[in-house]
């Protein structure tokens, strides 16, 4: 059984900006890309935009880009989004662990499918990825089921 329980506090503020994909688990969606970004920002209707980057292949392949956007249907629990790239059909993304100073964060969903490592920078250091893997681990998933994602060095 996997636990799929979410920050108790998230200031969407402070998650804004740029969160670099760490490693994933495999989906259609994403197969093939590296250097992958995610950047979040407010629009004018109070939602938030999404702007996912990635590159076909290598770091020099052709860019990927998928605009989307994001909600929170119940501000108590502001740590459970949903997010849509396709028309109205919106998919959770659960913030399931976060760092206290937003430098990295644990993002799953209600299916046991998705499962993303993100953080500021492009890389972690191997302390802290094996501390992630290790929070993954304690909650259940398949942690050989990631896939490390190649980034750029800042």
């Known amino acids: 059984m996997i636990d799929k329980s979410v920050v108790k506090e998230l200031s969407i ?36 935009k999404v702007l996912n980057t990635g590159f076909k292949e290598t770091l020099d392949g052709p860019k990927s880009q998928a605009i989307g956007k994001a909600k ?44 993303w490592i993100l953080s500021r920078t492009p890389q972690v250091g191997e302390d802290l990825y094996r501390e992630l893997l290790a929070k993954l681990t304690k909650r259940g998933y398949d942690v050989n089921k990631l896939i490390r994602v190649k980034q750029k060095t800042l």
């Open 72 to 115: 929170i249907p119940d501000a108590t629990v502001p740590s459970k989004l949903k997010v849509s790239f396709f028309w109205i059909f919106y998919a959770d993304y659960f913030v399931l662990e976060l760092d206290e100073n937003y430098q990295w964060a644990l993002i799953g969903s209600k299916s046991d499918n998705y499962l």
């Open 13 to 48: 503020e402070k998650y804004l900006g740029t969160w670099y994909e760490i490693a994933r688990y495999d989906h259609k969606f994403e197969r093939g890309l590296v250097g992958v970004t995610a950047n979040y920002s407010f629009c004018d209707d109070g939602k938030i």
